[in-house]
């Protein structure tokens, strides 16, 4: 358990749709990154956030939007949804900002249908 | 573009076998490279390189980092059928804080 914590596991939803994916960091982590991964991508960086404010952005589609609140979890808001949004959508933590991706969450798989 | 290339892509090998895993990497000031175990859900960090040709070890596996020619590798000894995997290679880079590579899938056969 890397003590990062997504929910929801799974979640369906129909083209057109708008869903939330949410991440708690482990304790102590300031810092949270957003990847996806689909089959043909792989693992892509979408967002990163610390302490509250947005740090690095990646390859984030406009339908997309996040945030990290004050008590330092972090929602990824999916809008618009289309059939090539399906994926995997891991949340990653880290203490700093230069140190990501060592403790990943176990990821919320989004199909849309 | 920051690129991170791994090869091969799939391979299977019979139990006890040593395989090598190869990554290179073209990125923007570079930083570090990261290798990655992904079995059924999330990619499992396995190392760190930041330094050249010092090779970090845990157990059976083992990779180094040669920053002059871009690139590293991930051994695994005496493979076991648990070792079946995809390994992802990741490099940071000044832009983006992971790029990863598509990875290589590893079937281990008894």
């Known amino acids: 358990d890397s003590g990062v914590t997504q929910t929801p596991k799974h979640l369906i939803t129909a083209t057109g749709q708008r869903v939330t994916l949410r991440c708690s960091p482990r304790s102590g982590d300031l810092s949270v990154y957003w990847y996806q991964q689909s089959l043909d991508q792989g693992l892509q960086f979408l967002i990163q956030?610390?302490?509250?404010?947005?740090?690095a952005k990646g390859n984030i589609l406009e339908r997309f939007s996040a945030q990290q609140f004050p008590d330092l979890h972090s929602e990824l808001n999916l809008s618009s949804l289309e059939l090539g949004d399906s994926a995997l959508y891991f949340c990653?933590?880290?203490?700093?900002?230069?140190?990501?991706?060592?403790?990943f969450g176990q990821g919320t798989r989004l199909t849309v249908v | 573009e920051d690129k991170v290339v791994q090869s091969p892509l799939s391979l299977v090998v019979h139990e006890g076998d040593t395989v090598t895993l190869n990554c290179s990497y073209e990125?923007?000031?570079?930083?570090?490279l990261l290798w990655y175990k992904q079995e059924k859900k999330a990619p499992t960090f396995l190392f760190m390189l930041?330094?050249?040709?010092i090779e970090k070890k845990s157990g059976r596996l083992s990779s180094i980092l040669d920053k002059k020619e871009l690139f590293s590798i991930l051994n695994i000894t005496a493979t076991q059928t648990g070792d079946s995997a995809v390994y992802l290679c990741?490099?940071?880079?000044?832009?983006?804080?992971?790029?990863f590579g598509k990875g290589t899938r590893l079937s281990v056969i008894a």
């Open positions: 990741a490099a940071i880079s000044g832009n983006t804080p992971l790029v």
């Open positions: 990125v923007t000031n570079f930083r570090s």
């Open positions: 956030y610390y302490n509250g404010e947005e740090r």
């Open positions: 930041t330094s050249s040709g």
């Open positions: 990653a933590s880290s203490v700093a900002t230069d140190a990501p991706g060592a403790f």
